[in-house]
Antibody, heavy 122, light 106 residues
């Protein structure tokens, strides 16, 4: 049974940093690309970042480029999001999500975690 | 970046209704479109990919159609469990985007 469990969210001041983690189980983690997607309370979905299964391809939304870094530890089956220079507009529920296909480049996400809430406020 | 225009933003319907949601892409995306359902307090759930392929386990009352720039999600015989928000997502490349969402309510 596929499981994705995010952690690391919390309240942080503007300009601060946070590291999110996504622990996974139930699938061959090192064969799937992984994503971070965020959702502002009561609003729509915003894709944040993608990291390919082999870490050769990494993409970011313009809104986070240069501030956020996606990474993974295939031995720990865990995905990370390092968030620096946080802004109030980064306040959101952050989901990690798994690619539908193995070894793919741009595909939908078939499993999502329940999210971890990041609040950027002074 | 590909922009998606999803309509309507809110849809009022009753149990048993046939419901149609539309997404229009700013440029052709062939059939590279997915549909998600999201219920309050829950993560999105993939329903359809490649415009019309139903994900395993998704009820057959859900169907998708379209190609190029215009796509449709249809729910036949709306069930109480279907009241939710639906999002379309093109996936031709990065950055990925989502439609604005359609809330299906009673």
């Amino acid at each position: 049974q596929v499981q994705l469990v995010e952690s690391g969210g919390g309240v942080v001041q503007p300009g601060g940093s946070l590291i999110l983690s996504c622990a996974t189980s139930g699938f061959t983690f090192n064969s799937y690309g992984m994503h971070w997607v965020r959702q502002t309370p009561g609003k729509g979905l915003e894709w944040v970042a993608f990291l390919s299964y082999d870490e050769t391809n990494k993409y970011y939304a313009d809104s986070v480029k240069g501030r956020f870094t996606i990474s993974r530890d295939n031995s720990k089956k865990t995905l990370y999001l390092q968030m620096n220079s946080l802004r109030p507009e980064d306040t959101a529920l952050y989901y990690c999500a798994k690619d539908l296909y193995t070894n793919a480049w741009a595909v939908p996400c078939d499993y999502w975690g329940q999210g971890t809430l990041v609040t950027v406020s002074s | 970046d590909i922009q998606m225009t999803q309509s309507p933003s809110t849809l009022s319907a009753s149990v048993g209704d046939r419901v149609t949601i539309t997404c229009r892409a700013s440029q052709s995306i062939s059939s590279w479109l997915a549909w998600y359902q999201q219920k309050p307090g829950k993560a999105p759930n993939l329903l359809i990919y490649k415009a019309s392929s139903l994900k395993s386990g998704v009820p057959s009352r859900f169907s998708g159609s379209g190609s190029g720039t215009e796509f449709t999600l249809t729910i036949n015989s709306l069930q109480p469990d279907d009241f939710a928000t639906y999002y379309c997502q093109p996936y031709t490349g990065y950055p990925l985007t989502f439609g604005q969402g359609t809330k299906v309510e009673i």
